[in-house]
Nanobody, 119 residues
């Protein structure tokens, strides 16, 4: 089993930055694909970014490309999401997820951390 705990959310003004962290425990996730998703009020959960096990490949939703950066520190069993140039439409609960790279679905999810961007 893998437990994921997000941190770093908060309230920030438009144009500001936040850095989210997701700490994994229970087992190492160094071989797992890690990702961030978000869910805004009244909307479905959406993909934000993902990173492969060695960090060699990343992908981003078009809405955050060029503003957000996903990274990981396998020695710390932690994945990060650096969010710059934040917009009010980035307001959401942000979730960390992980999966075995051979699986289609993300099997492990954190509880989420709230990000609120004021205009």
């Amino acid at each position: 089993q893998v437990q994921l705990v997000e941190s770093g959310g908060g309230l920030v003004q438009a144009g500001g930055s936040l850095r989210l962290a997701c700490a994994a425990s229970g087992r190492t996730v160094s071989t797992y694909t890690m990702a961030w998703f978000r869910q805004a009020p009244g909307k479905e959960r959406e993909f934000v970014a993902h990173i492969t096990r060695n960090g060699g490949s990343t992908s981003y939703a078009d809405s955050v490309k060029g503003r957000f950066t996903i990274s990981r520190d396998n020695a710390k069993n932690t994945v990060y999401l650096q969010m710059n140039s934040l917009k009010p439409e980035d307001t959401a609960v942000y979730f960390c997820a992980s999966k075995d790279p051979l699986m289609m679905q993300y099997a492990y999810w954190g509880q989420g951390t709230q990000v609120t961007v004021s205009s």
